[in-house]
Structures are given as C-alpha cells and as structure tokens.
C-alpha cells in the first residue's frame, strides 16, 4: 500500500531535511523508523519521497512523505512511537501508486515569523507585489532553474509580538522566501517600499536580495487533492513541545533581567 504522512519537526537540531551521510537529517530519522518497525527494508526499493527539502534551521508544520509498504496499520499506529520528539506526524493517507509529495502538490505555503519587522500595514502593502507570475532571479538561488513562479497569496499579519509574512506558491526556488522576507522586514524599517519590490521583480537584478535566518521560517502546509486523517501527536513529542516553550520562555525572563535596567533590549538594533 501506499502511504502518506504530514509531519511536522523542529529544524534547529537538523542538517536539513535531506538524507545525508553520517549526519542527523530529517529525511534520515523518517527512513530509520520505518526501518526500525520493519515497514521496508530499502527506502529506495519503497519508493520513499518527501515533498521538499528544507534547509538547516527552517521548520515544518505541514511537510509530506510517502512509502509503499505491506504493513499498513503498523505504520499508522506505531510511526509516531518510534520517531524522534522533535519530529511527529499529524496526519495520513493512503493514495494511489501515482502519487508523488512533490508533484502531486497543488500548492505549498510558507511563514516567516519576525520579531521586531515596524511597519506591518507597509510591509503587507509591500507583499501584495508579490502575487501573480513574476521572475524572482533577485529573491532566490535560481541556479540552472526557470526564475519565473506564481504566487497565489500573500499577505503580512500580526500575532502578538510578532508579525508573520504568509506567502502560497505553486512552487518555490531555493530560498526565495527568506529572500522575500528580507525585502518586507527592510519594508518594514523605512529602508525600501512596495516600489523597490516591484523594481527587483521587474529585473534584470543587479544583486541578489540576501536570505532571512532560517529559524524564522517554517513550511506552513501543503495543498492536495486528497484527504487527510488526522493522528494524534504522541506523548514523547507532546513532553518535547512542552519542553521547549518552558525553556525559551525562562530564557526570554532570564533575558529581560540581564539587560540594562531590566529591559529587553530593542530587537530591531540587533
């Protein structure tokens, strides 16, 4: 059978996403499980495929891989069991022999999370630029790739302290969001305006805008044809999210108390 998973994974303690020799990846800890529930012995032979590849530092909340494999309900109900607490699958699917994460996909959508980006009402202003078919040779490593992209949606928002650029595509090049992050954020501090975005898609482009940290991205979801059934997130993965928020919330305090008069330091200097 078939199988397709949405998973989810912090990218912070990972090499990327893609299978590397000798280094802890995402792809990697995917296939080991598997491997160790005895769902397929050669992931090739399985026909094992993600729908993308993210680069170290960037997180997933709605990533995708299938497989073919003759234990089926071993993998629904055990995957979650065996897989590291930094990675958890939310989802599955059977889907037919064509299916491809990568191909099959109608869509994806990203966000990128700033901390201190100003003036959220320009910078989503500033995004509306991006949509509809557009060269973006300034926003991405295009390398020997067509330059040319969709954008289906685009917008900037805020949630709490932060703002969060929300971008859906067709398909993306090798960072083009983080560079069309860094274009919004210098929208957002006064340094350019929606006129200056327009002028890079226009091209050709004298340089290539740099990419954003990769820590503030995240693959948002993938759109399909087909539908999901949820799975619960395990009890291992639950400890690890909890985990995490109690730490960086300690270290923000602890942050705050450290700096001058007791005042987080402007982020926007740094």
Known sequence: MNLAFRYSYFGDRFFGSQMQPLLRTVEGELVAACRRLCLFDDWREANFVTAGRTDRGVHARGQVCSFLTDKPDRAVEALNQVLPADI???????????????????????????????????????????????????????????????????????????????????????????????????????????????????????????????EGLVLWDIGYEISFTPLPIGEKSRRHLADRHRYHALMAEISARLAPEGRCPDTSRI
């Open 88 to 214: 958890w699958c939310t989802a599955w699917a059977s889907v037919p022999d064509g299916f491809h994460p990568r191909y099959s996909a109608a869509s994806r959508t990203y966000r990128y999370y700033f901390l201190a980006p100003g003036n959220t009402a320009a910078m989503h202003e500033a995004a509306g630029e991006f949509l509809g078919w557009h060269d973006f040779s300034a926003f991405a490593r295009v390398g020997d790739r067509n330059p040319e992209r969709k954008i289906l949606a685009a917008r900037v928002f805020e949630d709490g302290p932060f703002a969060i650029f929300e971008v859906t595509g067709e398909s993306f090049l090798w960072n083009m969001v983080r560079c069309m992050a860094t274009a919004l954020e210098r929208v957002g501090r006064g340094e350019a305006d929606a006129g200056e975005i327009a002028r890079l898609l226009a091209g050709p482009p004298e340089q290539r805008v740099p990419a954003a940290p990769p």
